[in-house]
């Protein structure tokens, strides 16, 4: 297939892909693999609504980031923190690189469940609100807190760009045996995904009941913060941010 639009050979990105991609422009500049064209039109669509999106929920200057849309034959060489290669089929956010990059697969692991029309954008916006988020430095927080983070602010991109998680969050296990509180990595990829997908429906219904504002005050919640975030101080942050009766709102949520 030709190649349409923007799509122009990259030598200018070098190191960041391999030689031959091509390069989709936007907001967030894509870099894929030539035959990887037509999935990359389509990521490079959420990834438009996806900036778009978090740009005007959260009033801040965007990240300068890049998205990779890498093929398997390539996973290997993607940009990452360490020197082993990270497991296939997991995207990821990295900012070894300058400027930093969205690492996506080409096919999404099978621990990715569940599988509808929404997995891959969730995916995707998830990564990117990860870029969002450290435009500024964040301290340490509980697992279940930064992670609810990028969960949550998915779920509200899906929601502003009408597209609807009813059918994806239908179908999550909604009592996997543990709570986003109290689930303890290291852990295995079936119990991960579990766990990200409490958040995501923790996220869903804290939209529903408070409005994407709290999402906007967590973000800034959470820059402001300079201390080490302990799992007390992580509901406050949470609760906070949600607003009037948002503390026992969470006390409410089997997820929490
Ligand atoms: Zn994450």
Same mark, same amino acid.
């Given at each position: 297939?030709?190649?349409?639009?923007?799509?122009?050979?990259?030598?200018?990105?070098?190191?960041?892909?391999?030689?031959?991609?091509?390069?989709? %422009?936007?907001?967030?500049?894509?870099?894929?693999?030539?035959?990887?064209? +037509?999935?990359?039109?389509?990521?490079?669509?959420?990834?438009?609504?996806?900036?778009?999106? !978090?740009?005007? @929920?959260?009033?801040?200057?965007?990240?300068?980031?890049?998205?990779?849309?890498?093929? %398997?034959?390539?996973?290997?060489?993607?940009?990452?923190? *360490?020197?082993?290669?990270?497991?296939?089929?997991?995207?990821?956010?990295?900012?070894?690189?300058?400027?930093?990059?969205?690492?996506?697969?080409?096919?999404?692991?099978?621990?990715?469940?569940?599988?509808? +029309?929404?997995?891959?954008?969730?995916?995707?916006?998830?990564?990117?609100? #990860?870029?969002?988020?450290?435009?500024?430095?964040?301290?340490?927080?509980?697992?279940?807190?930064?992670?609810?983070?990028?969960?949550?602010?998915?779920?509200?991109?899906?929601?502003?760009?009408?597209?609807?998680?009813?059918?994806? !969050?239908?179908?999550?296990?909604?009592?996997?045996?543990?709570?986003?509180?109290?689930?303890?990595?290291? +852990?295995?990829?079936?119990?991960?995904?579990?766990?990200? *997908?409490?958040?995501?429906?923790?996220?869903?219904?804290?939209?529903?009941?408070?409005?994407?504002?709290?999402? *906007?005050?967590?973000? #800034? +919640?959470?820059?402001?913060?300079?201390? @080490?975030?302990?799992?007390?101080?992580?509901?406050?942050?949470?609760?906070?941010?949600?607003?009037?009766?948002?503390?026992?709102?969470?006390?409410?949520?089997?997820?929490?």
């Amino acid at each position: 297939m030709g190649r349409a639009g923007s799509a122009v050979a990259t030598p200018q990105r070098g190191g960041l892909a391999p030689p031959g991609y091509s390069s989709l %422009d936007g907001e967030v500049p894509l870099l894929h693999a030539p035959r990887l064209e +037509a999935k990359a039109r389509d990521v490079q669509g959420y990834l438009a609504e996806g900036y778009t999106t !978090l740009v005007g @929920i959260l009033s801040v200057e965007p990240p300068e980031t890049v998205a990779l849309l890498v093929p %398997d034959e390539d996973w290997r060489d993607s940009p990452r923190e *360490n020197a082993r290669p990270y497991p296939p089929g997991l995207p990821y956010f990295t900012r070894s690189v300058r400027p930093p990059a969205l690492v996506l697969p080409e096919g999404l692991s099978p621990v990715f469940r569940p599988r509808t +029309a929404a997995t891959l954008p969730l995916a995707v916006w998830h990564e990117l609100a #990860h870029a969002f988020l450290l435009v500024r430095e964040v301290v340490r927080t509980p697992a279940w807190l930064g992670e609810f983070v990028p969960q949550a602010a998915s779920a509200a991109i899906a929601r502003r760009s009408g597209f609807s998680l009813e059918d994806h !969050l239908s179908r999550i296990e909604q009592k996997p045996g543990f709570t986003v509180r109290d689930f303890r990595g290291p +852990a295995g990829a079936r119990d991960q995904m579990s766990f990200q *997908n409490l958040l995501l429906l923790l996220g869903a219904a804290a939209l529903k009941e408070f409005g994407e504002g709290f999402l *906007n005050r967590l973000f #800034h +919640a959470l820059w402001e913060e300079d201390g @080490i975030v302990d799992g007390e101080r992580a509901e406050d942050l949470l609760a906070g941010a949600l607003g009037p009766g948002g503390r026992e709102w969470l006390a409410s949520r089997a997820e929490f």
